[in-house]
């Protein structure tokens, strides 16, 4: 884990649970692969989107790296996240490409960077509190 990033597990409540988690190489999305035919996707299902296959569908972290593929700057943000922020979509190493807040400001990443996955406060409840989520920032 990078020095600058912010640790979450267990203080912020998470705005997609079931999305991401954290172990000792850090934080990670949550993936599964088809035992049958190898399709890798993002989130659980019990049965493989592609081949139909019920039950091969095996746990996998993955998203700690990334390839930045495309990048925007959005400046209408929905109610509870702060505008403007940047979004956009990052190709992973396990073969599939996602879309991810990014780091912004001066570390913003470029299209061709690549990146880490941190797991950082992105917006807030209707009460005010704040829920953590997936964001991407340059590997230095």
């Not at 091969?56 to 929905?78: C, F, N, W």
């Not at 702060?82 to 990052?90: F, I, K, L, Q, S």
Request: glycine share 12%; aromatic share 6%.
């Amino acid at each position: 884990m990078s020095t600058n990033q912010v640790k979450t597990s267990g203080a912020i409540p998470s705005l997609w649970p079931g999305l991401s988690g954290e172990d000792a190489e850090g934080p990670y999305l949550e993936g599964a692969m088809c035992a049958s035919c190898g399709t890798v996707i993002l989130g659980l299902r019990s049965i493989c989107p592609q081949c139909w296959a019920q039950g091969s569908m095996q746990q996998l972290k993955l998203g700690r790296t990334g390839t930045v593929y495309t990048r925007t700057v959005i400046h209408q943000a929905p109610e509870g996240f702060e505008a403007p922020y940047t979004a956009g979509m990052v190709d992973l190493g396990e073969g599939i490409r996602v879309f991810a807040h990014l780091e912004a400001g001066a570390a913003r990443p470029e299209i061709g960077d690549t990146v880490e996955l941190e797991i950082v406060p992105l917006r807030k409840a209707k009460d005010g509190s704040p829920l953590s989520g997936p964001r991407y920032r340059k590997l230095n």
